[in-house]
């Protein structure tokens, strides 16, 4: 069901004792895509891989909660991936740690090959700023800056030296936003500063994008537009893009959807479609790690 890394796809791989196997080897429960295990798709073009967990695990409270199983994962360069599951599931522990947001108590994640683990605090810091774009949910503009300004600032705090408002006005252009860069956030309506949001992702021209449920406070048509520019991210600028949601809708803008129950990969959709995502949650259920 998965394709192999770099053959196009994000690829998840079933661990040996691990519940289940998600490249189709024996073992693996759910196979939902209707492809033998493994293959890659007629259309699949290899291409580099940006983003890999090699065994990501969390755990808290010494070991006592596990927030996250090791889970490997391999996302190539130009794909939209949603991660999917109920809440509790590991989700958001998933895309801190590959964001490098968090540290995994166990495994490597690497970033267009650098392995985060390996990176002091500094480094670390200017990998995020550098290579890696975020969007949260809400309220994750600085109230007092404008709009310009809130997407110039990743470029500021990466010591950039030259002009920001231009590349900023660019961003902001490219969401439809250039009639409102002087505004400040609390003058938009919660879509526009979304799509604020993912100009400021967008404009250091990150390796990937990590978006944590970007669509959850917006109405369904507002959600429609922000999923759009994301996806004309992917296809037209090349961008990789990680978005947690919960959504079967916005997970359909996706080139593949991986769930997550109880804290482990365990089910995979490739060209994910709302019914067939929503078969795969009522499959799973529950979430919270154990
Ligand atoms: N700092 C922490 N200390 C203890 N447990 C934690 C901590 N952070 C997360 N967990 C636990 O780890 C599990 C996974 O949490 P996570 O936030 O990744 O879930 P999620 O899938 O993002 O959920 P939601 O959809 O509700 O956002 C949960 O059971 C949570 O309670
Ligand atoms: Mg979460």
Do not use: Y
């Not at 196997?21 to 290899?46: F, H, K, V």
């Not at 998933?94 to 690497?110: E, F, I, K, M």
């Not at 759009?228 to 961008?239: C, E, T």
């Not at 959807?257 to 067939?276: E, I, K, M, N, T």
């Amino acid at each position: 069901m998965f394709g192999r890394r770099g053959a196009g796809r994000a690829a998840a791989r079933g661990r040996p004792g691990g519940e289940l196997s998600l490249d189709g080897q024996p073992g693996g429960e759910l196979s939902l895509d209707g492809q033998p295990g493994g293959q890659a798709s007629p259309d699949a073009r290899p291409r580099g891989e940006v983003l890999a967990l090699d065994a990501v695990g969390r755990t808290h409270r010494r070991g006592a909660i596990v927030a996250l199983h090791p889970v490997d994962l391999s996302v190539p360069r130009g794909h939209f991936l949603a991660v999917m599951g109920p809440s509790g599931s590991g989700k958001s522990t998933l895309l801190q740690c590959a964001a490098g947001l968090d540290r995994p108590t166990s495994g490597t994640v690497r970033v267009e090959g650098v392995a985060l683990d390996g990176l002091t605090e500094a480094r670390l810091t200017r990998l995020r700023r550098e290579r890696v774009g975020f969007v949260f949910q809400a309220h994750n503009l600085v109230p007092s800056l404008s709009a310009a300004e809130n997407v110039a600032l990743p470029l500021l705090l990466g010591g950039a030296t030259g002009e920001v408002r231009g590349p900023a006005l660019r961003a902001l252009a490219a969401v439809g936003l250039a009639d409102r860069a002087d505004d400040l956030p609390a003058e938009l309506s919660g879509g526009q500063q979304q799509r604020v949001a993912v100009a400021r992702a967008l404009v250091t021209d990150p390796a990937v994008v990590f978006a944590d449920e970007p669509t959850g406070a917006l109405d369904p048509v507002t959600a429609h537009d922000v999923l759009a520019l994301l996806r004309r991210a992917v296809d037209v600028d090349g961008h990789t893009v990680v978005m947690v949601t919960h959504d079967p809708v916005a997970a359909a803008w996706c080139d593949e959807a991986v769930f997550l129950a109880r804290g482990r990969l365990v089910a995979a959709l490739h060209r994910p479609d709302p019914d067939r995502v929503h078969e795969v949650m009522r499959r799973i259920g529950g979430g919270a790690a154990a």
